[in-house]
């Protein structure tokens, strides 16, 4: 397949830009400018890995095979509408405190600390490790700016954080089941 350059982001022809990327404005939440930019700043690291995490679970959803296809497969579709719904409510909270949430490709990236897996197709053991591996990495983001938030007086977002933890760890766990099971032993391991 030939490689073609696109361009992916698009400047709109006509119309009033409200605000510049990068910038935090004024919000009703009543945080200050300073500290809610340290917020926003926190969160969209937060909200770009989930975007990342929806993208892991989604595409192994799609390619899971082999003799526990239905459980995991089952999972992995209610995991990825979590994480989605994980994703709306951080990019909701963003816009609320004056921000703007990483919607580009580009921008996503930049801020993700969850890496997306490379283009090919792996067996689900691999692919559950992977996605364990980016609950992981998001869980120990998502706490880390719990305290962040809380420290600059957004108990709010706070609890958001932490009420959405709870959602990821317990699907970290269940992956951690899935991956106790013999048959998602891969086949090399069998001869």
Known sequence: M???QIGLV???????RRQEWGTVGDNRLRIDRDE????????SVDHAGSFNLFYLLRKHYW??????????????????????DINDDLAVRIVEL????????PTLQDYAEV??????????RASLEGDLEGYATLIASMRDHV??????GDAATGELLRDRLEDLEDDAHEIERLLEGDTLVREDALN
Request: glycine share 10%; hydrophobic share 35%.
């Open 2 to 4: 030939a490689k073609r």
């Open 10 to 16: 698009r400047e709109p022809d006509t119309g009033e």
């Open 36 to 43: 809610a930019e340290m917020i926003v700043d926190a969160i």
């Open 63 to 84: 390619t899971a095979e082999g003799a526990e296809h239905d459980d995991v497969a089952d999972f992995l579709e209610d995991a990825y509408k979590r994480v989605r």
């Open 98 to 105: 004056g921000g703007i949430p990483p919607n580009t490709p």
């Open 115 to 124: 890496h997306l897996e490379a283009e090919g197709l792996y067996d689900v």
């Open 147 to 152: 305290g962040l938030v809380e420290d600059l």
